[in-house]
């Protein structure tokens, strides 16, 4: 990718490819070397409905918060540990309808996308969450994949911020999706999961 992805900050930009592996049991990312670099201070959100995810040096990166659920699923990022609206970096809302066929998918709305007719980026995720890729927008434009390894195993493109790529990952972890095995009947994910709110 010529051009450069920066959601959270452009330090998080590499000119290569980055491979990560996020433990989801115990929400921390680590890269090719087996060294820490992010964490989540809680696995799953809280009586508060917030959670932050700190780099290995304690630095608080982004924090996600819920309101109270609604029909759609939705979590807003903040910049570092606030939740003041003028440190929105962006916002997740799942499409319930896209929930068929094994295929799930989350639009990624940037802070400044007011309107929210189109995403910013898109995230499809197959089965469940046995895999998953990032996409810019509504193009075939890919920034990152992910396999299911028993853990999220994580390529993220050349001048992507890795950063954005697990914070949306960590929401991943928590969305409930299902898949259609006969008609009428879904099975949902085993995986215990926060439901977003709005």
């Known amino acids: 990718m010529a051009y450069q992805v920066s959601v959270i900050n452009s330090l998080y930009c590499s000119a290569d490819s980055i491979t990560l592996q ?27 409905n917030r959670r932050v995810l700190y780099d290995d040096t304690q630095k608080p990166i982004v ?33 319930n309808k896209s929930s068929s066929h094994g295929i799930t998918k989350l639009n990624v709305f940037l802070a400044n996308n007011q309107d929210k007719k189109k995403s910013d980026f898109r995230v499809i995720i197959s089965g469940i969450k046995s895999s998953c890729i990032v996409y810019i ?11 299911n390894n028993g853990g999220f195993k994580v390529l993220v493109y050349p001048n992507v911020d890795y950063a954005f790529i697990v914070a949306l990952l960590m929401i991943v972890k928590d969305v409930k999706v299902g898949i259609q095995i ?12 926060a439901t977003l709110g709005n």
């Open 22 to 48: 996020i433990n989801t049991e115990k929400g921390v990312t680590y890269n090719e070397n087996d060294d820490r670099l992010f964490y989540m201070n809680d696995t799953f959100f809280t009586l508060h």
């Open 63 to 95: 924090t996600f918060y819920r309101k109270a659920v609604t029909l759609h699923e939705r979590c807003k990022v903040f910049k570092g540990e606030s939740t003041d609206s003028s440190q929105l970096l962006f916002s997740v809302k799942k499409i």
């Open 137 to 147: 927008g509504e193009s075939p434009n890919i920034v990152a994949k992910m396999e």
């Open 182 to 193: 006969a008609p009428g009947i879904k099975l949902i994910s085993s995986v215990v999961s």
